[in-house]
């Protein structure tokens, strides 16, 4: 699985820094994509397949659905949607507190990401899901 659309993003942040892989100095933008850049990830996506990878990837999800969307609908590959670390600690914060209905929630983020085309979604929500749908 190559990953392939790999964004510079805030959402990376709450497991970094506990797992000690967090930069201890500078920033790892040098080989992420800025969040505003569609084409730049097209790019990556071509040049990956160029390599042979039989999935490739967009991470994180939530905030590029569209550009999950864009790559599946450019490659025959499957696509597979990164639902990462910040994604999953926004749910369960707001679910702690009440805000939200954790389970309804967590379905519909899964489900706006498989919406987008994603063949296969990594979600640390993964064993709540399959305990959900049993």
Do not use: C
């Not at 805030?10 to 497991?15: E, K, L």
């Not at 071509?46 to 905030?63: S, Y």
């Amino acid at each position: 699985m190559a990953y392939s659309a790999k964004y510079a993003s805030a959402y990376y942040g709450p497991f970094g820094d506990p797992l000690d892989s967090a930069p201890k100095f500078g920033d790892k933008k040098t080989y992420q994509m800025d969040a505003g850049n569609s084409k730049e990830a097209l790019k990556e996506v071509e040049l990956d397949i160029a390599e042979g990878p039989d999935i490739v990837m967009v991470k994180p999800a939530l905030a590029y659905l569209d550009i999950i969307h864009q790559v599946k609908i450019n490659t025959d590959l499957p696509v597979a949607a990164y639902n990462v670390s910040g994604e999953y600690v926004m749910i369960k914060a707001a679910a702690k507190l009440g805000w939200i209905d954790e389970k309804k929630v967590i379905l519909e983020s899964l489900t706006s990401m498989k919406r987008a085309r994603a063949d296969l979604i990594l979600t640390y929500f993964a064993k709540e899901v399959a305990l959900m749908l049993m």
